[in-house]
């Protein structure tokens, strides 16, 4: 939504401002983090594979410039986040230079029906993206407060409406709601904006989910169920369900410039949103019906 008063009025300066954005190896971490560099952030790029020479940590390593700090940062290890707190500390110079930003952007996917996935995922997917989001959070908040700046957490459209297939990506999601919601009611008296982003699908243009990684997965999944799991489902109704999340992975936008923007936004506005809806007409129609009508009917839709 463009807004009506002049950009000065609505924007903050970004100088002097640093961002520590998680996941940055692919997906929107990485395009975020040569984004943000690109308007003057200083930023901490955190990257799952940097200590094992990960491409995406490398390409962002050969950008050579004193504001792009690139870092090892597992999400699910309090030892990483605690040595990448010291590094953040390290580098900044207060306080001309503060921590203004976390993006809690590190995430992965998974689908499947309830009675396919197994507990060990269940925990897998809540661990990365709900304690993750939580851990890092907690760790960097002091700092956060101090510049009275904004934690923006990478939600989804799954995290507002439910979905068949997706339940362990929609707990984590709908668990990363809550915790922006409570968070941000909690940071009012700090001056500290908390957002979450809502994408609908973009995995043509990231590296989320494969169409390999669907068969994998629905490879493991459907010999790892036991025999009596496998006749009542039938092979035939398993793969008519794997074929709908085929389709899901080759939908969606292929351009993540929506969501970049939104960020962006969330980062600079001097009065962001409490949530962002990057994503078409469609899927926000679609998102609109899914809160807003009673749940029999939704579902019918
Ligand atoms: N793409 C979409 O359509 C979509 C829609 C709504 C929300 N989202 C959310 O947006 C965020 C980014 O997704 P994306 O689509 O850009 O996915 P992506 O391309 O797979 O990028 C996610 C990044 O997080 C990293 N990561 C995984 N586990 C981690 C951990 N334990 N610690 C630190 N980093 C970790 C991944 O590293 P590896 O590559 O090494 O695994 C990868 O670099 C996620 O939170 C996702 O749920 C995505």
Redesign the pocket.
């Known amino acids: 939504m463009a807004r009506l008063a002049p950009r000065a009025l609505c924007y903050g300066k970004v100088a002097g401002k640093a961002v520590l954005i ?9 395009a975020l983090a040569h984004h943000l560099h690109a308007r003057g952030f200083t930023v901490f790029a ?4 940097k200590d094992r020479g ?1 491409d ?1 940590a490398r390409q962002l390593e050969r950008v050579g410039s004193e504001r792009l700090h690139v870092l090892q ?5 309090e030892e990483e986040v605690a040595k990448a707190l010291r590094l953040v500390r390290e580098n900044l110079k207060e306080p001309e230079q503060v921590l203004w930003g976390l993006v ?6 998974a689908f499947g029906n309830v009675e396919f996935t197994s507990m060990d995922k269940f925990k897998e997917v809540a ?3 709900l304690w ?1 989001t939580v851990r890092v959070t907690k760790a960097f908040l002091p700092l956060i407060r101090r510049a009275q700046g904004r934690v923006v957490n ?5 995290g507002r409406t439910a979905s068949p297939l997706r339940s362990s ?1 929609c707990i984590s ?1 709908f668990g990363v709601e809550a915790f922006t919601d409570c968070l941000r009611k909690e940071m009012y008296r700090w001056g500290v904006s908390v957002v979450a ?7 043509p ?5 494969t169409p390999e990684g669907v068969e994998a997965e629905a490879e493991q999944m459907w010999h790892g169920a036991s025999e009596a799991l496998r006749a009542d489902y039938g092979e035939t109704h398993f793969q008519q369900e794997t074929e709908r999340i085929r389709a899901f992975v080759r939908s ?2 292929g351009d993540l410039s929506l ?1 970049l923007k939104d960020i962006t936004d969330a980062l600079t506005a001097r009065y962001p949103y409490a949530r962002y809806n990057p994503m078409e007409a469609h899927s926000w129609m679609q998102l609109q019906a899914a809160t807003h009508l009673p749940s029999a009917l939704a579902d019918w839709l």
Request: glycine residues 20%; charged residues 10%; aromatic residues 6%.
């Open positions: 998680t996941g940055c190896d692919k997906g929107f971490g990485h955190g990257c799952l594979m990960g995406g940062l597992d999400v699910c290890s809690n952007n590190a995430g992965m996917s661990d990365v993206n993750g990478m939600a989804s459209v799954l990506y999601k982003i809502e994408p609908s699908n973009f995995i243009a990231t590296g989320i989910l969606g936008l969501v």
